[in-house]
């Protein structure tokens, strides 16, 4: 046997990192960042039905809610402490039509659930979407013209969107089109119909990404124009510093809170965003990312509630004020019995 003869100095190294981890008391008051519910939004999807609850084969343990049991949701979501619900709908394909017309019907079923949500839950911040996409038959989140989606037709269009919205009790105007222009006039309309205190959660940097396939399962948005692709608004991946321009064109415009999204494969534009704008930075952790977790965690591949924690954590240390997320129900859960500790 080789012994090892150097005898180390007592205060060697003098510097030992492991100190601080060494104690769970200790990582705790080091800690430079932390999942807390109150940045914790829970995106829930709607649909025609009484009494229904159907689970969402592309998002396992997510369901589509009918406004009863939708309702009952939010109930218990606020018990959790999670501050706001953002609301998609399911829209049944005979309503769908070319122009997304049930968009701007004032008893559509956003707008019943908006009210509903609110008579039960008036303190429950409700974030929707401003977009086509659920109510078009194309599946496009603007309207088409000369094969193209139409910027500036499709605005006009969102603006009464808004406005429908915001009159059902929306609390917060989430513009997910990418059209240009669009946070300006929005904000206009809101403000000329005296929603003065609606605030504008825009989709600045929204990248045309293969993570909302799950997504356009829940809510029926696939595509259904093959000549036209949603790169023809949403961002390109590989582009960064054209997010920047985004962000800052929407905060220039009046966005109150911007949002990144998705958000794993997108740390670096989320840091760079808070390095360069004092507004909230929200991240929506998609449902791409979300199905991926929950696809190796229930075979055992990955501890789920080790996971998300981690996932989490990731996107707020990049600088992410709060969190859109599939899994912000059971981690408000998991926090509040101090299963992170
Ligand atoms: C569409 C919209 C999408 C999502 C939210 N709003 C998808 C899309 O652009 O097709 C995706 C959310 C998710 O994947 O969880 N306006």
Redesign the pocket.
């Known amino acids: 046997m080789v012994k090892f003869s150097e005898k180390l100095p007592k205060n060697f190294p003098l510097l030992r990192m492991r100190r601080n981890r060494m104690r769970t008391f200790s990582r705790k008051i080091v800690a430079e960042n932390n999942l807390n519910v109150d940045n914790l939004i829970q995106?829930l999807f709607v649909t025609e039905g009484k009494n229904e609850n159907t689970f969402i084969e592309s998002?396992p343990g997510i369901k589509r809610h009918s406004i009863d049991s939708i309702v009952n949701e939010a109930k218990e979501i606020e018990s959790l402490g999670i501050p706001a619900i953002?609301i998609?709908p399911n829209i049944n394909n005979k309503l769908k039509d070319a122009i997304g017309s049930e968009a701007l019907n004032e008893n559509n079923i956003i707008c019943k659930t908006i009210k509903a949500i609110k008579k039960e839950c008036p303190n429950l911040g409700l974030i929707c979407?401003v977009?086509?996409?659920?109510y078009t038959d194309h599946?496009h989140?603007g309207i088409i013209h000369n094969n193209e989606v139409d910027n500036d037709e499709t605005i006009k269009i969102l603006c009464e969107q808004a406005i429908v919205q915001a009159k059902a009790g929306c609390d917060i105007i989430?513009p997910?089109?990418?059209m240009d222009g669009r946070v300006k006039k929005i904000r206009t309309a809101l403000d000329s119909h005296n929603f003065i205190n609606t605030i504008i959660l825009a989709?600045s940097s929204?990248y045309?990404?293969a993570?909302?396939?799950?997504?356009?399962n829940?809510?029926g948005?696939k595509?259904n124009q093959s000549k036209i692709s949603?790169n023809s608004y949403?961002m390109d991946p590989s582009n960064s510093r054209e997010a920047m321009r985004e962000i800052e064109l929407d905060i220039n415009e009046g966005a109150d809170i911007i949002l990144i999204?998705?958000a794993i494969s997108y740390l670096d534009i989320i840091k760079s965003a808070y390095e360069n704008y004092n507004v909230p930075i929200f991240a929506?952790?998609?449902?791409?990312?979300?199905s991926m977790i929950k696809a190796a965690a229930n075979n055992n591949w990955v501890n789920e509630k080790d996971t998300v924690y981690e996932s989490l954590i990731s996107i707020k240390r990049a600088g992410a004020t709060s969190i859109?997320t599939?899994f912000a129900k059971s981690v408000a859960k998991n926090l509040k019995e101090g299963l992170y500790n």
């Open positions: 995106p998002m953002a998609f979407d977009a086509l996409d659920p599946g989140d989430a997910s089109d990418m989709y929204k045309a990404s993570f909302y396939g799950p997504f356009r829940a809510v948005s595509i949603k949403q999204k998705p929506y952790q998609v449902s791409g990312e979300y859109l599939y």
